[in-house]
């Protein structure tokens, strides 16, 4: 059983100055991200934008010239499929920026495994 001294100690009631309280520790910076990551944002990858797609047959195919029309499978307002690396990103409106087309992110799909 604990005598008058053990709990003068516990609670510093013995008459010794308290010790000064420490500082918190500062918070830690943000970890750095690995290496492995990092190096991963300078791949190149490759970005393709679907406007629609068609089925032909080959006979019809060799029979197209040039001026030849292939309806695709979306109207004019639909939104295009945006393929990164093979895989469907997102969709988007396709657009004119000077004197280029480009492409308008308006959905972002969920990637799963």
């Excluded at 300078?42 to 029979?63: A, F, H, P, Q, W």
């Excluded at 695709?72 to 499929?81: A, N, P, T, Y």
């Amino acid at each position: 059983m604990a005598d008058q001294d053990d709990i003068d100690a516990m609670f510093n009631e013995g008459g010794e100055p308290k010790p000064e309280p420490k500082p918190p520790a500062p918070a830690a910076p943000p970890a750095p991200e690995p290496p492995e990551i990092t190096a991963v944002y300078d791949t190149d990858v490759e970005m393709s934008v679907v406007l629609g797609t068609s089925t032909i047959r080959v006979r019809d195919l060799l029979k197209l010239g040039r001026g030849a029309i292939v309806e695709l499978d979306r109207k004019i307002d639909d939104l295009s499929d945006i393929i990164v690396s093979g895989r469907m990103v997102g969709r988007g409106e396709v657009t004119i920026v000077e004197d280029k087309i480009a492409v308008t992110f308006r959905e972002f799909s969920r990637i799963t495994s």
